[in-house]
T-cell receptor, first 113, second 113 residues
Framework: DVKVTQSSRYLVKRTGEKVFLECVQD?????MFWYRQDPGLGLRLIYF???????EKGDIPEGYSVSREKKERFSLILESASTNQTSMYLC????????????FGSGTQLSVL | GENVEQHPSTLSVQEGDSAVIKCTYS??????FPWYKQELGKRPQLIID?????GEKKDQRIAVTLNKTAKHFSLHITETQPEDSAVYFC????????????FGTGTRLLVSP
């Protein structure tokens, strides 16, 4: 069975901390994504990557960065966490080509106090 | 870039009734339109999708229709059941081989017994 694994289900951090959210997929997918989910706002794309060491900004990249050193791992970094970054973060992956199905991780609920 | 609007934000129906969720998109070049279902506390999962060369697609109690001229597409659920209760997201993308899905804001469907 395909798997996208996010390292933490719940995280509580303090304002100003550097936060790492980790995502690993075991499907050899080229493309990986980080979304943020907020009530009434749906799923908003933060960053995506279509290859190792490649990254592209999504719709709301401010305050975030990403790292993709290996094909299976895509990390989201909050350089200095702020309270408005309290949210559910979802990682997803998909194979290259005219693929159809986006596979999501189970999400990380981040609270910044 | 693509923009997707989704309505209604909440929908309450009685078991056995039909439910319809509507989405509009802005980019006439978009050619792939999936629908994701997210049950409470779980990850979004693809339930049905449609490509721009097709006007309608059915899968048991679920159907999706697409009107390319008007740039809108809809999800239809017939004979709703309590287990259909979830948040539904529509999305749109230009499926050129690299997928960057743009999601709607979601519809919370509640099916009452």
């Amino acid at each position: 069975d395909v798997k996208v694994t996010q390292s933490s289900r719940y995280l509580v951090k303090r304002t100003g901390e550097k936060v790492f959210l980790e995502c690993v997929q075991d499907m050899d997918h080229e493309n990986m994504f980080w979304y943020r989910q907020d009530p009434g706002l749906g799923l908003r794309l933060i960053y995506f990557s279509y290859d190792v060491k490649m990254k592209e900004k999504g719709d709301i990249p401010e305050g975030y960065s990403v790292s993709r050193e290996k094909k299976e791992r895509f990390s989201l970094i909050l350089e200095s966490a702020s309270t408005n970054q309290t949210s559910m973060y979802l990682c997803a992956s998909i194979t290259g080509g005219a693929a159809e199905k986006l596979f999501f991780g189970s999400g990380t609920q981040l609270s910044v106090l | 870039g693509e923009n997707v609007e989704q309505h209604p934000s909440t929908l309450s129906v009685q078991e056995g009734d039909s439910a319809v969720i509507k989405c509009t998109y802005s980019d006439s070049a978009s050619n792939y339109f999936p629908w994701y279902k997210q049950e409470l506390g779980k990850r979004p999962q693809l339930i049905i999708d449609i490509r721009s060369n097709v006007g309608e697609k059915k899968d048991q109690r679920i159907a999706v229709t697409l009107n390319k001229t008007a740039k809108h597409f809809s999800l239809h659920i017939t004979e709703t059941q309590p287990e259909d209760s979830a948040v539904y997201f529509c999305a749109a993308t230009l499926n050129t081989g690299f997928q960057k899905l743009v999601f709607g804001t979601g519809t919370r469907l509640l099916v009452s017994p």
